[in-house]
């Protein structure tokens, strides 16, 4: 009756998935082998007999369980208390076709865990993998790495100055593994700011894609002071009629890292929105001045209509400074978005760095902010200090906030 489905032996995780709907189950193996790469996984076609399912749950040793609750309600549940009977450590997460308010209850009152309604998606299965890691610290039921993408919401924002800088903060980020990932292929100015020159780039990765290994990818990527660093293609034109899906690759490189730090060059068309989905966390880099937040409002609106994921999105303020544009008040208030951080306007420290090549100077003011926007992604609960103690900066950006308000809010996103 259960039938294995080739998948890497992962002796760390195994799970079983109990389902008679083909048409669900047709949907969701390519999902959980894209996104749980290296897990075993377990396919049963019909709703098993109890002698089987404590057979495979003494000696498999599931660490997930996904459950058709949709073509057999009443099977399925009994289904539920005979796996909380056999192991009460099991996450059960239901599989239903669409919402049904009491059927997930009862199933709740059974021992479920979680729940996936078709259609299934990544960013639907994302969420449930980061909460079951939660709650279960030992386990790691998600596909690798975390993804920091950092993209501009507008050109010359300063994105790829806080990217390579940011890695540099490895450590704080809780990172003994990090690539610097320059997914820009037209204008990437990674190996500019770190000096940098391979005769590879991330195209080369791509068409490796389907036969990528350690080896293969230790030729791509280069070293930067103790960090991998891929870079994008020297010569912009090779890369248009190239250009692909970065999700594997990526997938690929978050089983060899602990944190991958993307270079994006902006969140339109289907490249952007690519790594947008694939990203754990999404830092949209605007400044304070009007222009730039215009462009900030209509991201935001283009992520909302393509489902991306709101929760992911990090508003993070570059170059501030409480003499011109909007205060951080009025940017949240004007963007209906927390300001997650500000980095100050440190014109001096950042040209230096550049002409040398090396990373911005800690015991600068840039420096020290990008400490703390690194310490706040690691989870790290400090309160940002975002100018709440400047009387005159809050009254201007009060001011200002109207007058973004009035230009717009009919503008069309």
Not at 191 to 205: G, R, V, W
Request: charged share 20%; glycine share 6%; proline share 6%.
């Amino acid at each position: 009756m259960a039938k294995s489905v080739t998948s890497p032996p992962n002796v760390n995780l195994g799970a079983l998935l109990v389902c008679p709907n083909a048409k669900m189950m047709a949907e969701l193996l390519p999902l959980l082998t894209h996104n749980i790469p290296g897990v075993q996984l377990h396919s049963v076609k019909e709703y098993p007999e109890s002698s089987f399912l404590a057979d495979f749950v003494v000696n498999q040793h599931p660490r997930l369980c996904f459950l058709d609750v949709d073509t057999d309600p009443e099977r399925a549940l009994g289904l539920i208390r005979e796996l909380q009977l056999l192991d009460p450590s099991l996450p059960i997460i239901v599989l239903l076709g669409q919402n049904e308010p009491d059927l997930i209850l009862r199933c709740l009152r059974q021992g479920a865990t979680e729940f996936l309604m078709q259609p299934f998606t990544a960013e639907e299965l994302a969420p449930v993998l980061q909460r079951l890691s939660q709650l279960s610290p030992s386990m790691n039921y998600g596909s690798g790495g975390r993804v920091i993408c950092v993209a501009p919401a507008k050109g010359a924002c300063g994105a790829s100055t806080i990217a390579a800088n940011l890695a540099t903060r490895k450590k704080t980020l809780g990172a003994n593994r990090l690539l610097l990932a320059d997914l820009d292929p037209l204008t990437g100015t990674i190996s500019f700011l770190l000096k940098l020159k391979s005769n590879y780039s991330i195209l080369d990765a791509m068409n490796l894609a389907t036969s990528l290994d350690r080896d293969l990818w230790d030729g791509v990527v280069s070293s930067w002071n103790g960090i991998d660093v891929v870079l994008a293609p020297e010569n912009p034109m090779d890369s248009i009629s190239e250009l692909q899906d970065p999700a594997p690759v990526l997938e690929f490189a978050r089983q060899l890292y602990d944190v991958i730090i993307v270079d994006c060059a902006g969140l339109f068309g289907d490249w952007g929105l690519a790594l947008a989905r694939v990203a754990t966390d999404l830092l949209l880099v605007t400044t304070n001045e009007l222009p730039a937040l215009q462009s900030t409002q209509r991201v935001l609106g283009h992520l909302e209509r393509n489902r991306v994921e709101r929760s992911k999105v990090r508003l993070v303020v570059n170059r501030y400074s409480r003499d011109v544009g909007l205060s951080t008040d009025a940017i949240s208030t004007a963007l209906h978005t927390d300001v997650f951080a500000v980095i100050p306007s440190d014109y001096e420290a950042v040209q230096k760095a550049l002409v040398e090549g090396k990373p911005v100077n800690s015991s600068s003011a840039f420096g020290k902010h990008l400490s703390k926007l690194a310490r706040r992604l690691a989870g790290a609960d400090e309160t940002a200090d975002h100018e709440t103690a400047h009387k005159r900066g809050k009254a201007k950006g009060a001011s200002l906030a109207g007058l973004f308000s009035s230009l717009f809010s009919r503008a069309p996103s």
